[in-house]
């Protein structure tokens, strides 16, 4: 039947969800490092708030000139906290899964880069506000058409 079960039209299951799931209890595997374990999913938050701070805004209240490279230090950074997270589970499975993530996530990451130093080398700056500058008459995603569509695969996976 779907969602709809709490509140009208379903619109009280996402609480309900929440609530489930914060009052569950705590499972830590037997022989983990949980404070690495559990710290991990934490900073991998943090990096992707941290993230959030280089949108430009009308008002901008932080502003780097250095934004892009700033952003790919961020992504890189949220590697080690998967590596980290399958290291300190003590496991073998756990630890080989975390390798392979690690290693088809750093796959993507050499694809992105790529595809954003030709961006870079375009308008010559890496600051994201002259990337919205830029791209007031055109956007850069009709002007490098199959670059767009291999930053939209390397987004999506």
Do not use: H
Not at 73 to 93: I, R
């Amino acid at each position: 039947k779907g969602p709809n079960k709490v509140g009208y039209k379903g619109i009280l299951q996402p609480f309900s969800d929440a609530i489930k799931l914060f009052s569950k209890e705590q499972v830590f595997p037997i022989y983990s490092n949980y404070i690495s374990y559990y710290f991990s999913p934490i900073i991998s938050f943090i990096l992707s708030l941290m993230m959030w701070m280089l949108i430009p805004y009308y008002f901008n209240m932080v502003s780097f000139n250095l934004g892009i490279l700033f952003f790919l230090c961020c992504t890189s950074m949220g590697v080690y906290t998967v590596m980290v997270a399958g290291w300190s589970s003590n496991s073998n499975y756990s630890l080989l899964g975390g390798l392979r993530a690690v290693a088809q996530t750093i796959s993507y990451e050499v694809s992105l880069a790529l595809i954003m130093l030709s961006s870079i080398i375009l308008i010559m700056d890496f600051n994201m506000m002259k990337f919205f500058i830029y791209q007031y008459l055109i956007w850069f995603f009709f002007l490098m058409m199959p670059l767009s569509m291999c930053w939209i695969s390397s987004s999506l996976a």
